[in-house]
């Protein structure tokens, strides 16, 4: 499967939560790709790409820290109007839900990367696949 693993870090919603996470990684020389931060009153939730998420998975977990792994798609579509549009009619069209993204812009390139975490991640694929959209690896995302 050509998928980019995800990890979810459960936080409590405090001062210092965050920062921890950060040095943990920071401490195991662990880049983060990118990540996502949403939260409620009394917890967040830190979604992160990394370089290297066997090695973050298990010191996170060293840590004590509650985590999942989630399996994400990523695409590459040009940078233009109705690039983004393009590729969710193709998962519409197949009854796919996104559950949320990513989007990176390559200035190099003129190339977004769009990277989804749906419902039914298999059906994604082939959907994409079938569709003849250039998918991306972890790899895709760490080069410049």
């Known amino acids: 499967m050509n998928t980019i693993q995800q990890i979810s870090v ?3 919603n405090k001062q210092g939560s965050l920062s921890a996470v950060a040095n943990i990684l920071k401490e ?3 880049d983060i790709i990118s990540l996502n931060l949403a939260d409620t009153s ?3 939730i830190l979604r992160l790409i990394v370089d290297d998420h066997e090695k973050a998975c298990q010191v996170l977990r060293d840590a004590d820290w509650l985590i999942r792994v989630n399996d994400l798609i990523g ?3 040009n940078d233009e109007p109705g690039g983004m549009a393009t590729i969710l009619q193709i998962l519409d069209d197949k009854q796919i839900n996104v559950e949320y993204l990513y989007d990176f812009i390559c200035q190099k390139n003129n190339h977004t990367y ?3 975490r749906m419902e039914q991640t298999d059906a994604g694929l082939q959907a994409l696949l ?3 959209v250039e998918l991306l690896s972890a790899d895709d995302l760490c080069k410049p």
């Open 10 to 12: 459960f936080l409590e």
């Open 28 to 30: 195991n020389n662990i």
């Open 42 to 44: 009394d917890f967040g």
């Open 75 to 77: 695409v590459r579509v």
């Open 114 to 116: 769009i990277i989804f």
């Open 130 to 132: 079938s569709a003849n």
